[in-house]
């Protein structure tokens, strides 16, 4: 079974910099897309990044030149480094996996994906 567990998040200041981590384990595809979504209260999930098992990555406009999604596929892990960071980046943040191209499906959707980690809490403070 998969399981994801995210961490890295925090309190930051505005223009700081997290790193955000996913742990995967009970993957077996050999081919998947992996993404991070953020989530603040009343408001819908949403897309920010996702990374294709071989490489090739997607960004939402709003995490373009700021974020920077990459993989460990060794280790099965999953990373976002966030720079600049604002206050209205602030959200829970979700890794997901879904056993399917990137570009086959819209990534920043969160119903087509099909295990989801627990969240970790990134606060960015002005």
């Known amino acids: 079974q998969v399981q994801l567990v995210e961490s890295g998040g925090g309190p930051v200041q505005a223009g700081g910099s997290l790193r955000l981590s996913c742990a995967a384990s009970?993957?077996?595809?050999?081919?998947?897309?992996m993404g991070w979504f953020r989530q603040t209260p009343g408001k819908e999930r949403e897309g920010v990044a996702a990374?294709?098992?071989?490489?090739?990555?997607v960004y939402d406009d709003s995490a373009k030149g700021r974020f920077t999604i990459s993989h460990d596929n060794a280790k099965s892990a999953l990373f976002l480094q966030m720079n600049g960071l604002k206050p209205e980046d602030t959200a829970m943040y979700y890794c997901a996996i879904q056993p399917q191209l990137c570009t086959a499906f819209p990534w920043y959707l969160p119903n087509w994906y099909s295990y989801w980690g627990q969240g970790t809490q990134v606060t960015v403070s002005s």
């Open positions: 009970g993957i077996t595809y050999t081919s998947y897309c």
């Open positions: 990374i294709h098992s071989s490489g090739s990555t």
